[in-house]
């Protein structure tokens, strides 16, 4: 079946380390995107690629970075400089790089706490 | 930015009761997407409206988008325990979605 992973479910890390999630998607989509959740909250945008080698920043890109080497892989590292790096992040792509007339399809989360 | 306004933010209803969740924009959007979030769980997409007046129907969900194209509806007719989660509305601009803030729809039996 195809769909969007994101490793691992759980994570914990000390404050101070930067740490990377795991995003891998075979729904063969152009277009991938990290979001972040808090607690009551809607979605925060904070980094999207449409295409392979090409990442925008989103609406909180301060304290994390991207990479978009392959077609099926967006890893998001969560630096020490995130401040407040404790949330649901959730990766999600899309067929057209454009928007989407099919919707996003979200991966199942890695919810990050910092201790 | 783009922003949409979505409201009302928690909603406790009795079983078959029905549920309205609004989201409304200062400006004219394009299309409006509606996702469906459980609890614990991850957001589900329900559907995109894109015409001016659309009404769209999944079982006992109705769709709405406003004839200005600044406002859309999702209501539920008489609710079932499965349809708990956090109903969201999103817009596509530039390139991205942008996520109103949700409303969280709890349904007592």
């Known amino acids: 079946d195809g769909g969007i992973t994101q490793s691992p479910k759980y994570l914990f890390r000390k404050e101070g380390q930067n740490v990377t999630l795991s995003c891998e998607q075979n729904?063969?989509?152009?277009?991938m995107y990290w979001y972040r959740q808090d607690p009551g909250q809607g979605l925060r945008l904070i980094y999207y690629?449409?295409?392979?080698?090409?990442?925008q920043k989103g609406d909180i890109a301060e304290g994390y970075s991207v990479s978009r080497e392959k077609k099926e892989s967006f890893p998001l590292t969560v630096t020490s400089a995130q401040k407040n790096p404790t949330a649901f992040y959730l990766c999600?792509?899309?067929?057209?790089?454009?928007?989407?007339?099919?919707?996003?399809?979200f991966g199942s989360g890695t919810r990050l706490t910092v201790v | 930015g783009q922003q949409v306004m979505q409201i009302p933010q928690y909603q406790h209803v009795q079983e078959g009761e029905d549920f309205t969740t609004y989201c409304n924009s200062s400006?004219?959007?394009?299309?409006i997407q509606w996702y469906k979030q459980r609890p614990g769980g991850h957001p589900v997409f329900l559907i995109q409206?894109?015409?001016?007046?659309e009404v769209k129907k999944q079982k006992r969900l109705t769709f709405q988008f406003g004839e200005a194209k600044k406002n859309s509806s999702l209501h539920i007719t008489a609710t079932q325990t499965t349809d708990v989660g956090t109903y969201f509305c999103?817009?596509?601009?530039?390139?991205?979605?942008?996520f109103g803030q949700g409303t969280e729809l709890s349904v007592k039996p």
């Open positions: 999600a792509s899309s067929m057209e790089s454009l928007g989407s007339n099919y919707g996003y399809t």
């Open positions: 729904l063969n989509h152009d277009a």
């Open positions: 400006t004219t959007l394009s299309n």
């Open positions: 409206l894109v015409k001016s007046g």
């Open positions: 999103a817009v596509t601009t530039r390139g991205k979605l942008i």
């Open positions: 690629s449409q295409i392979v080698n090409d990442f």
